[in-house]
């Protein structure tokens, strides 16, 4: 499976996340941090998309699609150990250790396999 077929719906789970986030209590961090590494997350898997279809590999995108998804692990498994709440807190870590072991393995392997078509 490719790192973009899941980024695009993690980015969008983060994305809106963060909107309700902000829209339901009025946090400005939600809607920094939520919107932000969602739009972040998008924009890798849209690069690494993109990439793929050229035929080639996009060693940045995996490696911000990594890093993006190692920080929410860290900041809400922080937060979910300091209240406990499983919303959103706890949910958000689950689903980005998730991504993040996935990216890493990804990482590992040697990113998307391209597959060179015969002329």
Known sequence: MHDFCFTYPYGFLVLIGGLLGFLRKGSTTSLMGGVGSGLLLLLAGYQSHQAFLKGSKSP??????????L????VMGQRYLATSKFMPAGLVAGLSGIMALFYLYKVAT???????KET
């Not at 940045?60 to 998804?69: G, R």
């Not at 040697?110 to 597959?115: E, Q």
């Open 110 to 116: 040697g990113g998307n396999h391209i597959v060179k």
């Open 60 to 69: 940045a995108a995996l490696f911000l699609e990594t890093v993006v998804s």
């Open 71 to 74: 920080a929410l692990t860290w």
